[in-house]
């Protein structure tokens, strides 16, 4: 039998109720008050070192979120990398297995709406969420940067800050994804979280020092042969490393925020090339242009297997 009607009456309706649960829930409101007050103490860090230490710079705001200053062991965007996933992984460990513990998934099916506009509206309503605490947190920084540094962002600033705040709420869509799929998977919350950590810190951690060396060398070869470096070994490192959703958002975050980057692989010299020289802001766009399409990409096919998961999922009153 064919459905009646959208599958997708009543996404507004769960995205709605579900941003009202996640902005007003206490563990919630408490990770991204911690989220907060790390990421404007870096920012604050960060501020008294420019103020000691440089002049005259056209990239101020930039350096503000790059500069890992004393006694902070990170720069603001490395920090976010940190952040986000357990930000995201928060948010989304008990999206679909809540219902299930609390015995309100049979009754909120019953309704007139689809499993597609449930999952559909708890997805969007993550990536919502995520996507306001980043954009206060961005206000912030600029706010905090036109206070201490007495001066305002130029246009390019402001335009590569703002595709930086784009890659992070991919990024943190990747994770929140992650988080959703276990949760349908697992039925018991605790299992989620712990898998979606665990996940969290092989990718963080061990990826690029163990996984991304062993794979490489299975496809490709040792790092070296007789005749120096292995050209195909670099390459499959680093297709390998840009599985994770942490290299991408760092590769990406690098090249937005540090003008005279070039390439996020290999540097070939080419006669005429100016090192050092900043390249204009499109230039970056098109630079980091593959790493935001494989983050969007990663969110989008893990969403699809967790609604794959879900669809086959028996629910009972």
Do not use: C
Not at 121 to 130: P, Q, R
Not at 201 to 219: D, E, K, M, Y
Request: glycine content about 8%; charged content about 10%; aromatic content about 12%.
């Amino acid at each position: 039998m064919r459905r009646s009607g959208s599958p997708f009456t009543g996404v507004g309706v769960v995205l709605a109720k579900e941003t009202a649960d996640y902005l007003s829930g206490t563990l919630i409101v408490l990770v991204q008050s911690i989220v907060f007050l790390l990421a404007l103490a870096t920012i604050y860090f960060a501020i008294s070192e420019i103020r000691k230490t440089i002049g005259e710079s056209p990239f101020l705001f930039l350096r503000l979120m790059t500069i890992a200053a004393s006694p902070a062991p990170f720069s603001f965007f490395e920090l976010l990398g940190i952040l986000i996933p357990i930000l995201a992984i928060v948010l989304g460990f008990d999206a679909i297995n809540g219902e299930f513990s609390r015995r309100t998934m049979s009754r909120v099916l019953a309704q007139p709406i689809y499993r597609d506009a449930l999952l559909l509206g708890k997805f969007l309503s993550g990536l919502l969420t995520l996507s306001i605490a980043l954009v206060s947190l961005w206000l912030l920084v600029i706010g905090l940067g036109l206070l201490f540094l007495g001066l305002p962002p130029s246009t390019e600033e402001t335009v590569r800050m703002l595709g930086f705040l784009l890659v992070a709420i991919a990024y943190g869509g990747v994770w929140f994804a992650i988080a959703m799929l276990f949760s349908v998977v697992f039925r018991a919350p605790a299992t989620a979280v712990l898998s979606a950590l665990g996940l969290w810190l092989v990718l963080t951690f061990f990826w690029t020092l163990f996984i991304t060396p062993v794979l490489s060398t299975l496809i490709a070869g040792p790092p070296e042969d007789i005749f120096g470096p292995n050209i195909a070994f670099i390459q499959t490192a680093q297709a390998v490393d840009r599985v994770s959703p942490n290299i991408l958002y760092g590769e990406a975050a690098v090249a937005l925020l540090h003008p005279t980057l070039r390439t996020t692989g290999l540097l070939l010299y080419t006669p005429g090339m100016v090192l050092g020289a900043p390249l204009p802001v499109m230039q970056s766009f098109i630079l980091v242009w593959p790493q935001l399409t494989g983050l969007v990409a990663e969110m989008i096919l893990i969403f699809a297997v967790g609604y794959i998961a879900f669809q086959r999922q028996e629910i009972r009153a």
